[in-house]
Structure formats: C-alpha cells, structure tokens
T-cell receptor
Framework: QQQVKQSPQSLIVQKGGISIINCAYENTAFDYFPWYQQFPGKGPALLIAIRPDVSEKKEGRFTISFNKSAKQFSLHIMDSQPGDSATYFCAASAGYSSASKIIFGSGTRLSIRP | DSGVTQTPKHLITATGQRVTLRCSPRSGDLSVYWYQQSLDQGLQFLIQYYNGEERAKGNILERFSAQQFPDLHSELNLSSLELGDSALYFC???????????????FGPGTRLTVL
C-alpha cells in the first residue's frame, strides 16, 4: 500500500514531442505528489509538485495531471528538448505528519532524440 | 548546486569493512534524509533525522546506522559491508519535517560506494 508504481521504465521521444510518464498509488493518505528530475552524476532535484485539491498544475513546459478517484498522476513534458533527457521520479508522501516520508517511484529514463 | 554537501564523492572498500558517509544540510534546514539508489532498487528511503532526533525510518538495514549532530550535519555508518551495498547514497535536507508546504527536499550530489 506504500508503493508508487511508475511507468514506463524508459521512454524515447523526438524533439518537440510530448513526453508522458505515469504513476499510480494505493495509499489514500498520500497528499503531496512531487516529481524529481535527475541528471547523470547528480542528485534528484524537485521539478514540480501537486496536492490533491487541484487536478492539474502547469509550470512552463511541465504539467502534472492528477486523478484522485483513479489514484493516478502523470507528468507531461510539452515540446520536449534534448536538455530534458534525464531520469524522472514520481513520489508521494502523507504530509503534515511528524513521520512524513516520501515514497519514490522506480524512475523513468527519458531520452529526447534531436 | 542544491546547497547540500556530501563527502566523500567516491568510496571503494572491501567486504566486511565499515565506512562513514557525511552530509551537511542546506543552511537553515533542520531535517536530513538518507537514500540509497541502486540500479535494481531505484531510490530507497533509509532514514530521516530532524534537529538531532530520528524522525522516520525506511528500509534501513540493521548493519546501517545514522546520526545527526548538534551542528545538524549527519553521518551514515555502514558496517559489515556486502557486495550488494554498492550503490549511490544520497543525503537530502528540508526545512519542514512534517511534509508541510515547504516539504521540498534538496538532494546532495551523492556518495558512490563500491564494495569489492
């Protein structure tokens, strides 16, 4: 019940295309859903995050779509660029708890072809 | 640069040995998290400390231990090392330990541990 399932494991998208990464969870107590971006040799960095009171959040070319009833959320990267090539992790946590801990998905390795 | 520092960057050691990984959180962050990243296990949460006290525990082996010191830096101790412990170990820090609006975790560059 603590898992966050992420797909696909790897993704190749042409430059200018839309990259879509999906995640699903089971724990209905989760109320904070961040996406982290990790470049080779670097630590993960927060990209964008959403809370379940909204169904969509957009920041530049990055959009999170959230479906509370289906317990699914996804990351859309519009107009994908070679610089977006990285590993993306979705995550979830039950916030506002003194023992809050983030559960990460297994990661998606995204490659953008020029 | 996230502001979180980790040393050493690389560590090569033998099975059965003990190592200590060090992390300095961002200035002002009271919470420190440790993660293990391996090819087959993804990013696994190990343990969290807040202002010197253990706050949450994840998939941390009994051979591993951590602590956070009064100056807020943290150390992860790995003992009786096995080949399978080879991985990237990340430290992250955040201001708010309770998952509030400032829950963003800032990750350090990691320590790559190789056990031979």
């Amino acid at each position: 019940q603590q898992q966050v399932k992420q797909s696909p494991q790897s993704l190749i998208v042409q430059k200018g295309g839309i990259s879509i990464i999906n995640c699903a969870y089971e724990n209905t107590a989760f109320d904070y859903f961040p996406w982290y971006q990790q470049f080779p040799g670097k630590g993960p960095a927060l990209l964008i995050a959403i809370r379940p009171d909204v169904s969509e959040k957009k920041e530049g070319r990055f959009t999170i779509s959230f479906n509370k009833s289906a317990k699914q959320f996804s990351l859309h990267i519009m107009d994908s660029q070679p610089g977006d090539s990285a590993t993306y992790f979705c995550a979830a946590s039950a916030g506002y708890s003194s023992a809050s801990k983030i559960i990460f998905g297994s990661g998606t390795r995204l490659s953008i072809r020029p | 640069d996230s502001g979180v520092t980790q040393t050493p960057k690389h560590l090569i050691t033998a099975t059965g040995q003990r190592v200590t990984l060090r992390c300095s959180p961002r200035s002002g962050d009271l919470s420190v998290y440790w993660y293990q990243q391996s090819l087959d296990q993804g990013l696994q949460f190990l343990i969290q400390y807040y202002n010197g006290e253990e706050r949450a525990k994840g998939n941390i082996l009994e051979r591993f231990s951590a602590q956070q010191f009064p100056d807020l830096h943290s150390e992860l101790n790995l003992s009786s090392l096995e080949l399978g412990d080879s991985a990237l170990y990340f430290c992250a820090s955040s201001v708010d330990p309770a998952g509030g609006p400032s829950d963003t975790q800032y990750f350090g560059p990691g320590t790559r541990l190789t056990v031979l």
